[in-house]
């Protein structure tokens, strides 16, 4: 897949929300947060900020909770030209991520990319995030689970929907985590977030609030298609599996031309399959 590093939008603020325990990656979290699993080598964690760090980003806030000395031992307060900040949410093991979000209300005061930290991507795919409002949305699929959005034919956002909501009369599409947002919509999610904290509501995610903000058209969102190149969330040690399989060893030549050969959101083994198919492996030759 080519990079096109658009410069004319140069949003250099990312949000990352790393505060879980992710139970479902137990026990490899029992002893490291989350985004610090390992895939092929490399952490999640890594793997994100140095795609970040690569697109001009400066600052980097990171919501933390679980074993979050962990991330501060790992990345320390720069990574290349990041300056980073972090933010710790005491209450972690009862509150969900629209909490962590408030919790940034203070120190983000600029356009920024919204980040969960259990995403392994291509980082390639940032470059259409860069601008703001954007919303980074994968057609739905049968293997994928979790909140979806419909769009219109301009590809705005008409509405989200939860992921087992009955097949609406145009397509699904996944949400993948990522969101970009200008600061005349970041204010006015903090309002509305802050609504939702003082009526105790600790324990909603904040695509509550994107859903209503959408609905009543206070917040505009345009989808970026992560369709055309690798994606993964991972939740459960399952995952971390297909992840491997779809991220193989780090920097390796063969996985970067093949990455560039196959269209579309690519699932489980094929990558592997293709790899050691005698035709690719006898093309590939003169790579090696």
């Known amino acids: 897949m080519k990079c096109i590093f658009l410069k004319k939008y140069p949003i250099t603020t990312a949000l990352i929300l790393a505060a879980g325990t992710g139970s479902r990656l137990q026990p490899l979290t029992n002893d490291a947060p989350k985004c610090l699993t390992m895939v092929n ?24 909770g679980h074993l979050e000395d962990k991330i501060r031992e790992f990345l320390g307060n720069e990574f290349g030209n ?58 739905m699929q049968p ?7 419909t769009i219109d034919q301009s590809s705005k956002v008409k509405s989200f929907l939860p992921g087992d909501s009955p097949q609406t009369n145009g397509a699904k599409y996944k ?3 990522i969101y970009s ?15 939702h904290i003082s009526a105790n509501k600790i324990n909603n995610y904040y695509e509550t ?39 193989p060893e780090v920097g390796t030549q063969k996985q970067k ?5 196959l269209p579309g959101y690519i699932k489980e083994n094929i990558i592997n399959e293709v790899i050691s198919s005698p035709k690719i492996t006898g093309a590939l030759s003169v790579v090696k």
């Open 82 to 139: 990041i300056q980073i900040e972090y933010i710790f949410s005491p209450s972690y093991k009862v509150t969900n991520n629209i909490f962590s979000l408030w919790m940034a209300r203070k120190k983000i005061n600029e356009p920024f990319l919204l980040l969960e930290s259990d995403l392994i991507y291509d980082e390639c795919l940032l470059d259409s995030m860069l601008i703001p409002n954007r919303i980074a949305v994968a057609k």
């Open 175 to 177: 949400t993948v985590n």
């Open 41 to 64: 080598g490399k952490s999640i964690l890594e793997r994100m900020i140095e795609g970040l760090n690569s697109r001009g980003f400066k600052k980097l806030v990171i919501v933390t």
């Open 143 to 149: 293997w994928l689970n979790g909140t979806c959005v």
């Open 209 to 247: 609030v994107f859903t209503e903000m959408v609905a009543d058209g206070s917040l505009s969102l345009k989808a970026s298609f992560f369709d055309n190149s690798l994606w993964y969330e991972i939740d459960t040690i399952q995952d971390l599996r297909q992840a491997e399989k779809l991220f």
């Open 257 to 261: 031309i093949i990455k560039s050969l």
């Open 181 to 195: 947002l200008s600061l005349k919509s970041w204010n006015l999610v903090k309002k509305r977030i802050s609504k």
